[in-house]
């Protein structure tokens, strides 16, 4: 599988869960990390996970669902990063409840951090991703085509990145820029225990696709040679609930 030594990868929500696993997949190829959290801390330890694999890292500290954050962010990344080889947007809040009680401002909250955050950075990056004919990963949700009862909130959000995923490819795709939209399933995350718990369900996390499976599917797309994109990815469990 091909290396990607010395290239500058920008990862959102690398604490944790999806995020954190592909940051440990792209270091280990040789990638020069920026890593983007709420928690310094957490960022940190990841650093140091993969600092063996790979030389200097480096750590943003916002919340992605404050806009000021957001902006100081991407004035920040623009001024530190002449050029930009790999975008990946795994941050991702998820909210739950019936259409009729869930109130606006979470849907305000669900907004912010899935769609208006990925967007101002990809924005912002833009030229650097054009320069070094960059690849952007959203990662983003089989809501993102499919909604269910109960998350009307999110998956209007994962529409709306389905949305802005699907235009930008188009806009950037004769600059060689390569846009990449993964719909993942349940996978075995904090924010999925913590939904188990809200359906009031058992949580099993084996049964659930793991974040290195999206990581690794991630690494193959971003590897591939310059005569071919992928665009789009689905992912499920492969023991489907019935339920489900």
Known sequence: MNRLDG?????????????????????????????????????????????GATGAHRCYEADLGVDADVDRLADTL??????????????GVLGWGPFESSPAQEFDSQYR?????????????LPGLRAAQGQVVFV???????????VAQYAATKHALKAVA????????AAGVRVLSLYVG?????????????????????????????AG??????????????TEITLRPLRKPASA
Do not use: F
Not at 166 to 173: A, G, I, M, T
Not at 187 to 210: C, F, N
């Open 217 to 230: 599917l991630a690494l193959h797309a971003l590897s591939l040679p310059r005569t071919v994109e992928v």
């Open 166 to 173: 699907d235009s930008l490819r188009e806009e950037v795709n």
């Open 7 to 51: 290239q500058v990868a920008v990862v959102t929500g690398a604490s944790r869960g999806i995020g954190q696993a592909i940051a440990l997949a792209l270091a280990g190829r040789g990638a020069r990390l920026c890593l983007v959290g709420r928690d310094r801390a957490s960022l940190q330890a990841v650093v140091q996970e993969a600092r």
């Open 113 to 125: 951090t899935n769609v208006r955050a990925p967007y101002v950075l990809t924005q912002r990056l």
């Open 140 to 150: 983003n949700s089989s809501a993102g085509l499919s909604a269910r009862a109960n």
């Open 186 to 214: 349940r996978t075995a995350t904090r924010m999925q225990a913590e939904l188990h718990a809200v359906e009031g369900k058992a949580y099993d996390p084996l049964s659930l696709i793991q974040p290195e499976d999206v």
């Open 78 to 91: 623009g001024q530190d990063l002449s050029a930009v080889d790999i975008v990946v947007h795994a941050a």
